[in-house]
């Protein structure tokens, strides 16, 4: 199962990244598309497929395979399948540094404020995750912290919008904390993708790590792992992957909840790899949203945070019901 797993994962993905190539109001037929896309052939389509369609199909395997791989390697680490990215904090501060930018028209000045501003607030809710769990805190000490940090930063959010004596201002956050792709460059690309690549390369090598905690933190240390050092490198991981993809794409929830656990069932419930499949997944599921946004009401401009909400709560519950009726 495991063997074919990784090989069915990677074609979903690159099935529906091409298919969301190929999906967009602007009405091209498919081999247009791929010509333009491949050689630049006609001026007007060529920068569609480029400019418009490639970066969006690119930050949807990047942001998609970040919070799966996040929620992944964090249920791992806590043992508790209900963890998610947004637990420590990370997400809600990167949304307020972008409120801030929205706020203070710094957005609208210069084109890249808002994901460096949300960067900058990912940094800082690390910095304060770090100061408060202290270099021997245990799993709840993090818990705590992060529900302290993301309680902080949710309630100056709420403050600023209040406060806002821009409506226009308000409006905008308010859409962009829906979470979307629409209209993003390769800008955000290369903005995103240096601190999601050191997050995958903190992430992915845990797993050896968070299969020893399977068996108990002792169990673990009487195997050679040394928590601190792996706390140390998850906090960092998940929180460039996290921070980066709200930069980016705003609110984007239960991605990193859901797809480990529809994967957990097909990997044995081994961390080591649950973690790139759950990556794959990611990217498979963000991606699948995002090209069903397109086709559901183009005109009305539904955002993808909100029918990952939709989609992600109804399918949750069915896995908790499940989960249920396997223990009883």
Not at 253 to 270: D, M, N, T, Y
Not at 307 to 315: D, K
Request: proline fraction near 5%; include cysteine.
């Amino acid at each position: 199962m495991t063997r074919a797993l990784f090989p069915a994962l990677a074609a979903l993905t690159l099935a529906l990244a091409l298919l969301s190539l190929l999906t967009g109001p602007a009405g091209f037929g498919i081999g247009d598309s791929l010509r333009a896309l491949l050689t630049g052939q006609g001026e007007a389509i060529t920068l569609v497929m480029r400019e418009i369609r490639l970066p969006r199909v690119l930050l949807a395997i990047m942001v998609g395979a970040s919070l799966g791989l996040s929620g992944a390697a964090l249920q791992g680490y806590l043992r508790n399948p209900l963890a998610e990215p947004g637990l420590i904090g990370v997400s809600g501060s990167a949304a307020l540094g972008a409120v801030i930018a929205l706020q203070t028209g710094a957005a609208a000045a210069f084109a890249l404020a808002l994901p460096l501003a949300a960067l900058t607030g990912a940094t800082v809710a690390v910095l304060l995750i770090l100061m408060l769990a202290g270099p021997r805190g245990g799993s709840l000490t993090l818990i705590l912290a992060g529900i302290a940090i993301s309680a902080l930063a949710g309630a100056l959010t709420s403050l600023a919008l209040n406060l806002s004596p821009n409506p226009f201002a308000t409006a905008e956050t308010v859409f962009w904390m829906m979470g979307s792709l629409a209209d993003r460059s390769f800008s955000h690309v290369w903005i995103a993708l240096p601190f999601m690549a050191l997050g995958w390369a903190l992430l992915l090598p845990l797993g050896r790590g968070l299969d020893a905690l399977t068996l108990g933190e002792d169990a673990a240390g009487a195997l050679g792992i040394r928590l601190d050092r792996l706390r140390l490198q998850l906090v960092l991981g998940v929180a460039a992957c996290v921070g980066a993809a709200t930069a980016v794409a705003g609110a984007i929830g239960f991605v990193g909840l859901v797809v480990p656990h529809l994967l957990r069932p097909l990997v044995g419930a081994r961390p080591s790899v649950l973690l790139p499949a759950s990556a794959l997944g990611g990217a498979a599921m963000v991606l699948l949203a995002d090209i069903a946004v397109r086709l559901v009401q183009p005109e009305r401009g539904l955002k993808l945070g909100v029918l990952m909400a939709i989609v992600g709560a109804p399918l949750f519950l069915h896995l908790i019901y499940k989960t249920r009726r396997a223990g009883a």
